[in-house]
């Protein structure tokens, strides 16, 4: 199977960069209504439809979510690029439909959209909501849950740019877990299932984004969503959409993610999900902490009137401004910065900082300066 081609084929033209809304998204829905079937199952805080799109006529059923959080919108874009795929003529397309039955909540959280935040209208983490169901949201995808009776769940985010794959040097451009159902996170049968499913991924994704693939920390915690259909003996799946070097439309991620939703849909549809490949899963490298956007290495600063030779780190800060975003870099660390990397680095070889403010930089501050004579960083980046 030619991932690359699909995905060229049936990605969605019309959804671009990271600030994804219901005015985005709502087009595609009017599109596919003669085919696929399309239903607003209640509203968000702030009365915004939320949609149900659902295809296929097979036994196993498959119920995923995303934009649970209203800034990480990389899965929505892969998951339309999926459902072109899926409402084609194609005969890929025709056997996913006979074999599954899928149903996709594209939006979960439109309100937390708009406003680009993690949280909704009411200012509550949804994947923190599952026990107490405080918030319409998190009520409308538990309903969707108990009405669906789904085989499978996809439990799809984005995760930021600092975390990179253990031993590798390499960004964790996407990441995968099979959630912990109890505090001492034992592997059950359920939980088996979702971990063969992720190992296929996994091994397809190999072939395009070596060492770029990370297993993400399974602490249980019960409020989170994932842990909590895990523990109601459903196998769940978590998807993180993560960098890609220079990629901060997320526009290559979400072709990995399409990859990795289309590899793991084969692999349930031909292969016994039961094996055991947990030492696979285990194999798969740790997804930690180890970047920074932006490194800045032997910088000569004035420090108490000693010049002194330092690195600092800047990270950029996604700001909504009149409905468009800016990624916005500030300093954010000063020091050693042992073991952390940047996504871009810089050597200034001693070279003075200085800004409007002095020769001192400080965190919080952007970063806009200049090293030495010549050398001008704005918004993070070597402008000359």
């Known amino acids: 199977m030619d991932l690359e081609f699909l995905y060229s084929r049936f990605k969605e033209q019309s959804l671009h960069g990271r600030y994804i809304t219901l005015k985005n998204i709502e087009p595609i829905l009017n599109r596919f209504e003669s085919t696929i079937q399309i239903d607003i199952i209640g509203l968000s805080v702030l009365g915004k439809p939320i949609y149900q799109c659902e295809i296929g006529t097979g036994k196993t059923r498959i119920l995923l979510w995303s934009q649970m959080h209203g800034n990480e919108s990389t899965t929505t874009k892969a998951l339309f690029d999926f459902l072109n795929l899926l409402n084609s003529d194609t005969v890929l397309a025709k056997a996913l439909r006979s074999h599954f039955t899928f149903c996709c909540l594209p939006m979960l959280n439109p309100d937390g959209a708009l406003l680009y935040t993690r949280e909704n209208a009411n200012k509550?983490?949804?994947n923190r909501?599952?026990?107490t169901l405080s918030q319409p949201e998190s009520r409308l995808l538990r309903a969707t849950f108990e009405r669906f009776k789904p085989h499978y769940c996809y439990n799809l985010h984005d995760q930021r740019t600092i975390f990179g794959t253990e031993n590798t040097n390499k960004p964790a451009t996407v990441s995968f877990l099979a959630p912990s159902y109890n505090e001492a996170r034992e592997v059950n049968e359920v939980r088996m299932k979702a971990i063969a499913v992720i190992v296929a991924m996994n091994q397809a994704l190999q072939s395009y984004i070596p060492s770029q693939v990370g297993r993400f920390?399974?602490?249980?915690n019960i409020n989170c969503i994932g842990d909590t259909f895990q523990s109601l003996q459903v196998p769940t799946i978590l998807i993180e959409a993560g960098h890609f070097p220079a990629?901060?439309?997320r526009e290559e991620t979400r072709k990995y993610i399409f990859m990795a939703l289309l590899s793991g849909f084969e692999f349930l549809s031909k292969r016994n999900s039961n094996d055991s490949r947990l030492s696979e899963y285990l194999n798969i490298p740790q997804n930690k902490?180890?970047?920074?956007?932006f490194v800045f290495k032997n910088v000569?600063?004035?420090y108490d009137d000693t010049q002194i030779i330092t690195n600092f780190a800047a990270q950029y800060k996604e700001e909504l401004i009149d409905h468009q975003l800016f990624l916005n870099a500030y300093i954010v660390d000063i020091?050693?910065?042992k073991d952390i990397q940047g996504h871009f680095e810089y050597d200034a070889h001693e070279a003075l900082y200085e800004n409007v403010e002095g020769n001192f930089p400080k965190v919080n501050q952007r970063a806009t300066f200049s090293l030495g004579k010549n050398i001008k960083i704005v918004n993070g980046l070597v402008t000359g």
């Open 217 to 220: 920390d399974d602490s249980f």
């Open 124 to 126: 509550m983490d949804l």
């Open 247 to 249: 990629d901060y439309d």
């Open 300 to 302: 000569k600063i004035n």
């Open 129 to 131: 909501d599952s026990q």
């Open 335 to 337: 020091g050693e910065l």
């Open 289 to 293: 902490v180890y970047f920074y956007d």
